[in-house]
Each structure stands twice: as C-alpha cells, then as structure tokens.
C-alpha cells in the first residue's frame, strides 16, 4: 500500500463516520508558546475549549487531517532507522459537545475513537488481531505513596483536580467489547500515557496506545482536562476538567508505511526512497567497510534535513538566529557542512526540491513554488560560505589549534569542529573532540548564568563578550567597529590625556560603546577632535598586526590593556601603525586585545561619535558609528 493510498483510505474512513476533511495547517503554528507545528491537533486548539465553533466552521464536531508536523525533540537522533524531524500525521478528531439540530455531526468520545481506530487497523488496513497490543492510563500513584516510596515527589505535582485516576472505561472498552485478552492490555504512568499540553497550557489528558508487533503506531488521546503549566517546561500541570471532553488521535504516516510496505525502515518507504536514491549516488562512497555505515548515517541525515528543509521553507519559514529560524539554519548548515566533509559536488538542494516536488506536490501543493524555495536555500548557503571564508582565513593565523581555539572558532566565525578536521587535520591532530565538547560545555553553562540574556542565548556567530555578530555581514561590521575603538581610546587619550582609561566596551552591529574613566563632559570641540584624530588615522591605512606575547612581559611594553579582564598567559598586542613588533617605533594605538580586527585602517570607513552621556561618577559613555 503506498503512501497516497494509506492517506485516502483513512481520510475516506473518517469522513464516511462524519468527520469534515480539513487540510494541514501551516509548519509554523498561530499559538505562540510553540516554534513549529508538533502534533495535528494543534490547529484545533480553540474548537477544544470553546474558543471557536466547530459547527459553524465545519458542520460537525469532528474532523480528519494529515497534517505536516516537526519536531526538534528528535534532531540528535536523526540517522538510524526510525527518527525525523519532519514527518506527516494521521488523525482524527472531536471537539465536544452536541450534534447539529438534525442530528448530524454529534462529538464521540472513548467508546467511537477505540472502535474506530480498531476497525481502522485490521478491516481496512488488514493487520491481524493477533499483532495488536495496547497500553492505557493506570492512573498517578497516590501522592503520600510516592512520597513515602522516594522521600519526595518525582515526576510531576499535583493541583487543581489533581490526581488523575485510572482510566478504566478505556481497559474496557478494549478488553470487553473488542475482546483484547487482559495480558495484551499494558498500564502505564503519565511519562507513557498523558498527552500535552502543547505548549505552556491547553487541552490534554491520558491516551491509550495502539502497538502493532510491538510497535507504537496510533496514539488516542482523550481531552478531558484544560492544563496550564505549573513552571515554562516543567512536568508539572495545574488540571481542570473540561466540560465536554474531546478526543484527539495521531498515526505516524512514515510508521504506518514502514509497517506497510514491509521495508526495514523509514528511508526505504516511498515517503523516501527516490530522494535517498538520488542521495546515493551524489555523495561519495567512503573507502573502508566501517565506513559504509557512516555512509548510510549520512546520507539518512541528508534525507531528513533536506525534505525537512523545504517543507519549512516551502511553508514560509526563512533561516535566521531566532527560535524557528534559527532550527531552520541549523539543518541547512548540517547539510552544508556535510557538503564539505563527504566531498559532495552535488546540487543537494536542487535534487531535494525536484523530489519533493514530485513526490508530495499533488498533497502540498506549496512546494511546487520551487524557484522560491531554492533562491531562499541557495541564499543561505551564500551565507554560509562567507562565514566559512573569514573562519577559514582566522585558521590560517594558528600554527595549532587548541581545544579553546576551536572552540572560539566555532562561536565567532560559526565553523564547527568537525569541519576544522577535515580543513586543517595537521592543526588539530593533538586535539579531539572531547576537549572541545568540554569546552562547550563550560560556555553552556556560563551563557546559562545569563550572560547572553540579551540575544536569547544562541544564534549569534560572533561572540567575544564584547563583540557581537549573528550574520557574517554583522561581523564584518562589528570588526569595523572594533579597530575604530582601538582608534578611538588612543585618540581619547590624546585629546584628554592618560586620565582616561577604559571602563568597559560593547560593540554590535549598530554601534560601538565605549566606557572610559573621565570627570567631566567632554566639549563638543573636544569631540570634534577625537572624531578628527580618528578619522586622520582611517585616512592614513594604518595597517593593523599583533605580536604575542607573555602577559608579563607584554604588560611592560606599555600596550594598553582592560583591568578589568582576565587575559590568558599568552597575550596578542595589537598595535595600529607603527611595526607588529612592540619593541620597535611606536604606534598609533596598541592595547592586549584577542580580535578579530580589520587588516588595515581604510577598511573602518568614516567614524562618527554619535551620543555621549555619564554612566557613573567619573565614567562617561561614547556611542560612535562607521558608515
Ligand atoms: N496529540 C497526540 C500526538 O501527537 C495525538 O494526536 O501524539
């Protein structure tokens, strides 16, 4: 049965029992408290709690999709035989309440959703009763046991209607009237049988689930609590019980084809065996037996992300640093690096965007746009190989790189380890991957103790702790800025003399601000100085070098240098104008600094100081700007 058949069949079932067919809704949710689209129900949330009338907008209670769902929970364990991120689901769905005046359209609750979803499965589908087992809801254990069991609470709290019992009529409706002998009929907690809710509150409730050969195939979820979170991603749920309970049901397509088309895994159903073909012989076999394996990985990860990557795309999605952009980035950039690491000369975008044309166009008819979708995929990778050049060009000035090195390579110029592997394998030959890791690990927890609050934490390509990019064209600019604040110390310094010294300093994209110690406003002639000095050294293309040195013997050379940081051992002195060396004639500028800078003063383009204010006794503040 292929997968247009398995998607017919169940949609005519439903519909034959009054359901309203209703298309997929958008990758991208209207419900704010989730990134992408996770389960079917979700475009149904406001039918289930009254919100919205399913009668005036769908003449019954009940409706049927196959909805395009993703999620991230899954991306680390993408490449064996079962996990994806994007996948299609299967579901039906009663929203509560009474039927239309004639009758028509009634809502249904335990009792139908089980017969059907039993009748489903072996008349229609033809799996044989005896590969069917199912779990239900054993109900949460009393409160004071679970406590006298582990000496505190585990899993979850309890409030509102709290404690949810068992869900007996489920047990028998499986057991008594479709006659599942008792032992095919599990019991579970909430960690197996409880659904939702999406996001931070919303419909849920326990579920029974249907396994075929002991796999999960169908989930029956019974909406009979409105639940709101007790903490944002917790466990716990304050519950209320919803007037008239909805049922809300969700089959896996790749699953139930799998299952099928008895093929021994997801990449071998239709859903992507033309893709994986092609796949094949666009990336280069790897020479060694163990290889072969890795190269199946590979190629798995490459057929998710990529079919992935155009729905979401296809779905109005673009790639950016923030929350469902930022999920986006990550898989294309997967699928770029791998690009480079499995020497892949292939057009990868062009052959996912004709597949997925060809094979899902006439369900979703969205991704036929494919001249949008592959100006947006193709726009990223021109991003990505800007990024890559100035990383690549950061590598050359190490002799090793050290697992900090790699480490800052990857936050400021975005190129991950494993690309440095396959670039520079001398370089980073003492190094491995579990150093790095460490050192990831680390900033995690460092940026956790709320360092990066301001930019959510994640997404920027560039961040030095006082430099801050999220795009290789902003980290060109930040690097602009960077050298003007080198200028602009040392012409501050003239100007007002060695009382100056800075107090702190943070450059984006938008501007550079700079803290220095200093009693007084500063005249607008004095102002007009500094800007000129400034602008004098832009003009005369200073070039800009470092030497490193030891910090003790670089403290001596009379570089300037932040109090408050702490530098490493080894220390780069920057100097702008005069000779890399310290030793020798003086310089313009010269401060400890890590970089990046540019490699010559023209490239600063014109420095303007745009605001100044008091942040404190004997602290001002200078905003400037390059243009
Ligand atoms: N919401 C449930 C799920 O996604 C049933 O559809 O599994």
Known sequence: MNSKEIRGKFLNFFEERGHKIVPSSLLIPDDPSVLLTTAGMQQFKPYYIGKADPLRDFKSRNAASVQKCFRTSDIDSVGDETHLTFFEMLGNFSFGGPANLDGSGASYFKKEAIHWAYEFIVDVLGIARERITVSVFGGDPSPLKEREASGSFTNHSFKGEGQVSRDAESFNIWHKEIGLPEDKIKEHGREDNWWGPTGNEGPCGPTTEIYVDDVEIWNLVFNEYYGK??????????LEKISSPGVDTGMGLERLAVMMQGVPNVFETDL??????????????????????LHKKVLKILADHLRASVFLVADGLRPSNK?????????????????????????????????????????????????EILEILFGEKDKFEKALALGVKEIEKYDRITAKDAFYIYETFGLPFELLQEL?????????????????????EISRAGQEKKFGGHGLILDTGELKASTPEEVEKVTRLHTATHLLQAALRRVLGSEVKQMGSDITAERTRFDFSFSRKLTDEEIKKVEDLVNEAI?????????????????????????????????????????SSVSSEPAFSREFCGGPHVANTFKIGKFKISKQEAVGAGVRRIRGVVD
Do not use: C, M
Request: glycine residues 6%; aromatic residues 14%.
């Open 229 to 238: 979170r007790l903490e944002i991603g917790g466990d716990g749920l304050e």
């Open 272 to 293: 992507f065996y033309p893709l994986i073909f092609k796949l094949r012989e666009a990336v280069p076999k790897l020479p060694h037996e163990t290889q072969s394996v």
């Open 323 to 371: 929350e469902a952009g930022y999920i986006l980035r990550r898989l294309l950039r997967r699928i770029l690096v791998y690009g480079i690491k499995y020497d892949i000369h292939a057009d990868l975008f062009s052959i996912a965007v004709d597949f997925v044309k060809e094979n899902y166009g006439e369900w979703y008819p969205e991704v036929k746009k494919t001249k």
């Open 424 to 444: 520079v394998p001398d370089k980073v030959k003492n190094l491995n991957k579990a150093d790095f890791d460490a050192e990831f690990q680390k900033h995690q």
């Open 539 to 579: 003009q005369k293309d200073l070039p800009v070098t470092y030497q490193e040195l030891p910090i003790e013997e670089a403290k001596k050379t009379g570089a300037l240098y932040f109090f408050k940081e702490k530098y490493p051992d080894k220390v780069k002195v920057y100097s702008i104008g005069g000779n």
